[in-house]
């Protein structure tokens, strides 16, 4: 089995937070948190973007779209951020039926002190392999249904509508 990761940027691979809120990219984490997360299941890496999830639109998410359709591998994982993820799970869910995907987040990137990027892409990682094909949101060892999900904004978390 080979999982296919699609890296879109936001909190997981952002590498620096200016004054201002801006999320800066120089390049994905992804290959370094598979070394250091041990993860032996065979993984192919695609950088679709590395942008603020907030900046995503209607483009971007047809590339999300499209390059599921392309790829052959039927478990995928897309990292994302919070600020678009439901309408990019349900985008996906209008029009994947056989393949699993799995959107993960952090909260705290993953070069910075008491990140959660690393937990969260195993849960993912876990995720992907044992549920069965459908479009999943994880974060913080819990697993939603794509459709299934609303961000709690107080909080800063997802949860079940």
């Not at 390059?67 to 993820?85: L, Y």
């Not at 994947?96 to 990140?115: E, H």
Request: aromatic content about 8%.
């Amino acid at each position: 089995m080979t999982i296919r990761i699609l890296a879109t940027g936001w909190t997981i691979d952002c590498s620096r937070i200016r004054d201002d809120g801006v999320y800066e990219f120089s390049e994905t984490h992804i290959p370094t948190m598979l070394l250091q997360s041990r993860i032996t299941t065979k993984s192919v890496l695609n950088v679709l973007f590395l942008k603020d999830s907030a900046l995503l639109n209607d483009l971007d998410r047809c590339i999300i779209e499209s390059t599921c359709h392309q790829v052959s591998e039927d478990k995928i994982i897309i990292t994302h951020g919070t600020d678009t993820m439901q309408l990019t799970a349900e985008r996906l869910i209008s029009t994947i039926r056989n393949k699993t995907i799995v959107l993960v987040w952090s909260m705290i990137p993953y070069n910075r002190p008491g990140s959660d990027a690393l937990f969260n892409l195993w849960s993912a990682f876990t995720a992907v392999q044992i549920l069965p094909a459908w479009v999943y949101v994880t974060m913080n060892g819990k697993v939603f249904p794509g459709d299934a999900v609303v961000k709690d904004h107080s909080l800063g978390i997802f949860c079940e509508k």
